[in-house]
C-alpha cells in the first residue's frame, strides 16, 4: 500500500508546553484518515504541520515526498486545505470564488463539476457573507478541492452543521474519495469518526492514544459493556464482580463496562438466580468510540 | 498572471459594492476642495489661483488615502480574518497579492483623481495640466512611493484597527504639514523642516509643479527621494510579507 504522508517523531512546542509529542503515523493513499481527540488535543496543530503552515520543533513529516515547509509551494499545488475559521472576502460571490481559487493553479479544474455535486447552483449569486454556515462549508469544500487535490485536508468540516447538513458532507467527503482523492480529517464528533473513517488516530494532550479502524477500536476491552434493567440489584453487588471496570446505574438501568461480557454475563446471572432476582432486557453491547472517548479522557483525569 | 488579473479585476468590484469606502474615496475629497474653496477662492498664493494649489494637492492626498486605507487596512483585514492564510495554502505567491491590490488601488485612485479634476475645472475654472506627460508621469511615481510605503507600515499592524490607526496618523499628520492644506510658508522653522521629512511634501511640490509651472525634469530632488522611498518599501513589503496575524 502507498503511503502518501509519513510522521515520525514529531513535536510541537509552544513555549515550555508540548502541543504536540513524539507523534508518528502514516496515511494511506485513497483512505479517509480521521484525526480525533478533545478540544485542545493538538489536532490543529498536527493538521498545519502536514500542510506546511507550522514547522515542527523535532521529527520528521513527508506529505507527497515533500518536505512541507520547505516546499511548501510544490506541495500547494497538489493538497487542498479547508481551515476552521478561515474567511474569505465578505462581499465576494460564490462563483467569483470559485473562478479566482480555480485560476491560482496551473492544471483544469473541476468548477462545473463541484457546483453539480455541491449544488452551488442556486448561490452562485450570493455574496460568502449572506450565506449559512452550512453553504460557508461546501463553498470552502469547493475552493478546497477545485485543481483535484491528491490529498486533502478537513479541520472539523461539520463544526456547527446540523444533523441534516452534516450527513450530507459526509456523502460529499465519500464522493470526493471515490474520485481518488485521500482525505485527511479532524473531527471530535465521534458519530462522524465512525461512519466516516476508514481509521482513526485519538490524540490527547498531544500523544497518539490509538490508532486503528474505527471496527478494531470499539473491540478494545474498555468500549465493551453490558446493559440490563432490573429494580432489586444494588450497584454494589455488580462492582465487587471480577473483571468489571466500572458500573452506572440509573432508574434500574444498569450500564456495565468490564473485560470480558461473557464472564461478567456469568457471574450477573448467577448473582441474580441465588437471590431469585429478576432481570430483563439484557444486552450485549458493543459500546462506541465515545465511551472510549470518555475513558481515555478519565484516564488523563486520574493522572 | 491570471492570477493577478482575476484578483485585480475582483478586488475592485468589491470595493465598489462597500458604499461607505466609495463615499470617502470619492466624495469626501470633492467636498473638502468645495468647503477650501467657500474660503480661500479669489485669494491667489505665488501666484497660483486656488483651484491651481489645492485640487493637485488633494489629488496627492488621495494617493496616501488610496494606500493606506484602500489598500493597507483592507490587507491587514484580510490577515485578521484569514483570507490571506487561506491563500497561503495555495501556490500564489505574496507578490502576485501585492501587484494585483496595487492594480486594484490604481484604478481607483484613478477614477477619484478625474473626479476632483473634473470638479476643479467646473466650479474653479482649473485648466488641464500645463506638462500632462510630466503629471501622469509623477503620479506613477507617486504612486508606486506611496503604495509599498502604506503596505508595509500597515503590515506591522497585529490588527485592522491598530491597521486603521496607524494609517490615521500617518494621513492626519501629512495632511496639516506637508503643504496640502496650510500652505508650508506660513509654519515656524521647525514645522517646516518635519514638512521636508514627510514623503507627501514632495508628491505634493511634484504635482503642484508639473501641473502649474515646469516639466518633470526641473523636479529631480523631489523625484529621486520618492523613487528612493519606493525602491525601499517594495523590499521591505515584500520581504516581510506575513499571511496572519499571529
Known sequence: MELVIKVEGVSKKYGSMFAVKGLSFAVKKGEIFGII??????????????????????GTIDVLGYVPTKQLRALNKRIGVQFQSTSIQKKMKVKEALQLFASFYDGPSQKDHLIELLGLHEKLNVNFEDLSGGWKQRVTLALATIHQPEILFLDEPSMGLDPHARREMWSLIERLRKQGCTIVITTHYMEEAEKLCDRVAMIYHGELKALDT????????????????SHQLKIKDIETIPGVIRAEENDGLFHVFCKNQQETAYHIFRICHEREIFLSNFYFEKGTLDDLFVHYLEEEVVQ | MNAVVQLAILETKMFFRDRLSVFWTFLFPVVM??????????????????????????????????????????????????????????PLQPWKILA???????VIFFFSAVLLMVFGMWMYGLSLPEYIGSTLLALVISILAFFPFALFLTSLAKNTQAAAAISSLFLNVMLFLSGATFPIAFMPEALQFVAKLLPLYYVINLLRGTWNEAPISSYGVEVGILLGISVVSIILASRFFRWSGK
Open chain 1, 37 to 58: 481527540g478533545p478540544n485542545g488535543a493538538g489536532k490543529t496543530t498536527t493538521l498545519e504541520m502536514l500542510e506546511g503552515i507550522l514547522k515542527p520543533n523535532s
Open chain 1, 214 to 229: 474505527p471496527q478494531q477500536l470499539l473491540n478494545r476491552s474498555v468500549s465493551k459493556n453490558l446493559t440490563f434493567e
Open chain 2, 33 to 90: 476642495i468645495w468647503l477650501f474653496g467657500s474660503m480661500f477662492v479669489g485669494n491667489e498664493m505665488n501666484g497660483l489661483t486656488f483651484a491651481e494649489q489645492f485640487v493637485p494637492s488633494w489629488i496627492g492626498v488621495n494617493i496616501v488615502t488610496t494606500s493606506f486605507f484602500t489598500l493597507g487596512t483592507v490587507l491587514a483585514g484580510y490577515r485578521e480574518t484569514g483570507v490571506l492564510r487561506r491563500y497561503h495554502s495555495t
Open chain 2, 100 to 106: 494585483a491590490h496595487t492594480v486594484q488601488g490604481t
